[in-house]
C-alpha cells in the first residue's frame, strides 16, 4: 500500500513538473515569435495546451511567469552552446546551429531592446552569456594571443547573431556556406596564434 501511494505520489510530481516545463517551453517560443507586449497568458496556455489558471497556478502571475521563461530560456541556451574548449570548428558548428534555432528569435528579442525592460535584460544577459563562452572555448588562442582582448572582441563579433543574419538571412547564403563563411572569418582571426597546450 505505501509502494502504491510513493509511486502515486511520485508520477504526480513527474506530471507537475512537466507541465511546467510545458509551460516555460512555450512561453520561451512565444517570445521568439512576437513582441513581448503581444504575449498573453492565453496565449502562453494555448501553445502549451493548459488553462491559465494552470499557468497562474505554477507561477502566479504574467510577471512570475515571464521571469522564470528568461531563467529557462538562459538554461536551454547554456546546453545548446556547449563546446570542447579549443574546438574551432566544433565552435563554428554549434553557434550556428544555435542561430539556425534560435538567431530569429534574438532578432526579435534585439528589435524590442530600447523600450522593453525585459527584453534590455534578457539582451545584455545574452551579450554576457556571448563574451563568456568565447572566452572559454577559444581560451587555449586567446591565451596564446599578444592582445587577448582584442581577439576577444573580434571573435565575439565574427560568431555574433549578427554575423549569422548578414550571412544567412540577408545574403540568403545555406546553412552549410554561413558556416563555412564564419569558419573561414575566425581562422583569419586567430591567425598564428596557436593553443598555449598543443
Known amino acids: 500500500m505505501t509502494s502504491t501511494r510513493a509511486y502515486t505520489m511520485t508520477q504526480r510530481a513527474r506530471s507537475v513538473q512537466l507541465t511546467r516545463r510545458r509551460i516555460l517551453d512555450a512561453s520561451v517560443a512565444l517570445h521568439g515569435e512576437r513582441l513581448a507586449a503581444d504575449i498573453s497568458l492565453e496565449d502562453v496556455a494555448r501553445r502549451a495546451g493548459v488553462s491559465v489558471q494552470t499557468v497562474l497556478r505554477h507561477f502566479g502571475s504574467r510577471t512570475g511567469l515571464f521571469e522564470a521563461s528568461v531563467q529557462h530560456g538562459r538554461a536551454q541556451v547554456e546546453a545548446e552552446r556547449r563546446t570542447p574548449v579549443g574546438d574551432v570548428a566544433a565552435a563554428v558548428r554549434t553557434i550556428v546551429d544555435h542561430y539556425e534555432r534560435r538567431g530569429d528569435g534574438v532578432l526579435v528579442m534585439l528589435a524590442q531592446e530600447p523600450h522593453q525592460e525585459l527584453m534590455a535584460r534578457v539582451t545584455a544577459d545574452g551579450r554576457r552569456l556571448h563574451r563568456g563562452w568565447v572566452e572559454e572555448v577559444f581560451a587555449p588562442y586567446l591565451d596564446a594571443s599578444a592582445d587577448r582582448e ?28 554561413t558556416e563555412n563563411r564564419i569558419h573561414h572569418l575566425v581562422r583569419s582571426l586567430l591567425g598564428t596564434a596557436g593553443p598555449a597546450h598543443p
Open 150 to 177: 582584442e581577439l576577444t572582441d573580434l571573435l565575439v563579433v565574427a560568431t555574433d547573431v549578427y554575423t549569422w543574419k548578414l550571412l544567412r538571412r540577408d545574403r540568403g547564403l545555406a546553412r552549410d556556406l
